[in-house]
C-alpha cells in the first residue's frame, strides 16, 4: 500500500493515498496547500477561487480544512468528471473555465489560490492585473508553483536534466525572489510571502515515487527528479493582498 503521510502536513495526512493518487494531475497538492495556507488567512464563509483545481483533491481541501466556499475551476476537466471526484463534499461548485475569460463578477471572492497551474498562464506582465480584479480590496492570493533555485537568464541554459523532461517550458520556473519583484512592482498587492520551499525538491520526489508505486510504471518527472538532487528543482510559495 502506498504511504503518503509527512510529518509536515498533518492535515493532508488525514486523506487516503490512493483518493489521492487516483486524482494525481501533479505533484503533492495537498502538501503544497497546507504550506501555501499557513500564509494566508482562511475562515468559514470566505469565498475562494481555486484556480486550475484539476479532478477536485484541492478544493475538497479549502472546503474541508477551512470551512470557505470553494468554486474548483479547471481547464481540462469536465467538471461534471471533477463534481464526481469530489463527492459528497459540500460547499464546492464545479466549472470549466480558461484563465484569461474567467466568469465571475469583478471582486467576487475573499481569497484566489492556484497549486500548481499559475506556472501556464501567470507569468505574463499584465496577469496579475487581470486575477485579482476578482478579489475584493484586502482579499488574499496565494500561488505554489513549481520553482528554480537560480534563474535561467542568470545560468544561461536549461539544465539537460529538466530540458529533457520538460523543454521549453523550464522558462516558466522562476525563483521566489523574481515573483516578489514581478508583483511588487505593480503596486497592485502588498507580497506577503515569496519563499522557496526548502524541502520542495524532496517532496517532489517522494510524491513522483508514489505516482510510480501507485501506477506500476515510472512517473514522468521520476529521472528529472532524482538528476536534479535538489540542485535547481523545488516550489515557491507565493502570497500577496490586494491593494
Known sequence: MVELKHEDYPRAGGYDAEWLLARDMGPNPLWLLEDLARDLDLRP?????????????????????????????DLWVDPTEAAACIAPQDGVVTLKAEAHTLPFAKEFFDAIVCIDAYEYFGTADNYLAYITSFLKPGGQFGVATPALTKELRELGHIPEHIKKTVGWEALAWHTADWWRFQWEITELVDVTAARLQKDGWSD???????????????DG??????????EYLTFAILAARKR
Open 45 to 73: 464563509g470566505m469565498r475562494v477561487l481555486d484556480l486550475g483545481s484539476g479532478k477536485g483533491a484541492t478544493a475538497v481541501f479549502l472546503a474541508k480544512e477551512y470551512g470557505v466556499q470553494v468554486w474548483a475551476a
Open 204 to 218: 517532489w520526489l517522494r510524491w513522483s515515487r508514489a505516482v510510480s508505486e501507485y501506477r506500476g510504471e515510472p
Open 221 to 230: 518527472t521520476l529521472d528529472m527528479l532524482e538528476a536534479d538532487q535538489g
